[in-house]
Every structure is written in C-alpha cells, then in structure tokens.
C-alpha cells in the first residue's frame, strides 16, 4: 500500500474527529446519552420507540446532512465507494455486509461510535474490549486479505 503525500489531508481528518468528539460531549453533557449510532437508530425504529424520538431523529438528520453539505462544499472524503458487478451481486454484497454489521453491533452491546468514541472516554472495560475485538478483527481481515489472498 503507498500513500499519497500529495493528496493526505490530516486537517480535515482532524475537524472531523474534533467535530464528532464536541457533538458526543454536548450529548452527554446536555441529555446525558451515549452517542452510539446503533443505539440511536434502534431505539428510533424499536417496536415501541422512545419518548425522546425527536433528538433521536435530529441527531441522525445532523449526520446526513453534514455529509450532504460536505459533499456539496466539495470537502476531501476518505475514499471512493468499492464498484460492484451489475446484477444481483451489486445488492447482494452490501447487504449482507450491513447485516453482519448489525448483527455485530447487537452481539457486541453497541457499535463502533459507542465504544469507540463514548465508551473509552468513559473509561468502560466493556467498550475496551469490544474495541479491541473490531480492532483485531480489522487487523487480522486486512492481512488476510492483502498478503494471503493477493487482493
């Protein structure tokens, strides 16, 4: 793998993460709630949703929007989406993979933004080790598919 020196660009990588840190705060702060992105979501469309939907709902929004306008502002993006073949593959593929990621997000009490960002700055042994279960897993899928698979 090389990198492109010419076309890294750390500052915005480092607004993003100020950015996504600042909003779990005020969350936290605010509301008192975990900004984890499974959690959110779920309980919004749970059989029977929360009370609080509509921060729920303006906290996915936020998310979609921001993306939006960045795109729109034509801000760097960390990669281009993988081409799929026409067909049943071209759907097949990606949802599978949401599944998985659902079911992970299920099986490990929270997804990555929950862990990851909420659950460390907490301290939480729970998202300690679920961080470094995704991590690890990562590692190991990327090695496995790079330097044993050729791909």
Same mark, same amino acid.
């Given at each position: 793998?090389?990198?492109?020196?010419?076309?890294? *660009?750390?500052?915005?990588? @480092? %607004?993003?993460?100020?950015?996504?840190?600042?909003?779990?705060?005020?969350?936290?702060?605010?509301?008192?709630?975990?900004?984890?992105?499974?959690?959110?979501? $779920?309980?919004?469309? /749970? #059989? =029977?949703?929360?009370?609080?939907?509509?921060?729920?709902?303006?906290?996915?929004?936020?998310? !979609?929007?921001? %993306? +939006?306008?960045?795109?729109?502002?034509?801000?760097? &993006? %960390?990669?281009?989406?993988? !081409?799929? =073949? #026409? $067909?049943?593959?071209?759907? /097949?593929?990606? &949802? !599978? /993979?949401? @599944?998985? !990621? +659902?079911?992970?997000? =299920?099986?490990?009490?929270?997804?990555?933004?929950?862990?990851?960002?909420?659950?460390?700055?907490?301290?939480?042994?729970?998202?300690? /080790?679920? &961080? %470094?279960?995704?991590?690890? *897993?990562?590692?190991? *899928?990327?090695?496995?598919?790079?330097?044993?698979?050729? $791909?």
């Amino acid at each position: 793998m090389n990198v492109d020196w010419f076309a890294f *660009t750390p500052w915005s990588a @480092l %607004a993003g993460g100020a950015l996504i840190g600042l909003a779990a705060a005020l969350l936290a702060l605010g509301l008192g709630r975990v900004a984890g992105i499974s959690g959110i979501l $779920g309980q919004l469309l /749970a #059989e =029977r949703p929360a009370r609080d939907g509509a921060w729920r709902f303006f906290f996915l929004l936020g998310l !979609v929007a921001t %993306a +939006g306008a960045g795109a729109l502002l034509g801000l760097p &993006v %960390a990669g281009e989406a993988p !081409v799929l =073949r #026409e $067909g049943a593959a071209a759907w /097949a593929v990606p &949802v !599978v /993979a949401g @599944l998985l !990621v +659902g079911f992970g997000s =299920r099986l490990g009490g929270g997804c990555a933004s929950g862990h990851g960002v909420c659950g460390l700055a907490r301290l939480s042994p729970r998202s300690l /080790a679920a &961080v %470094a279960g995704f991590m690890g *897993t990562g590692f190991v *899928t990327v090695f496995v598919v790079r330097h044993l698979l050729g $791909g």
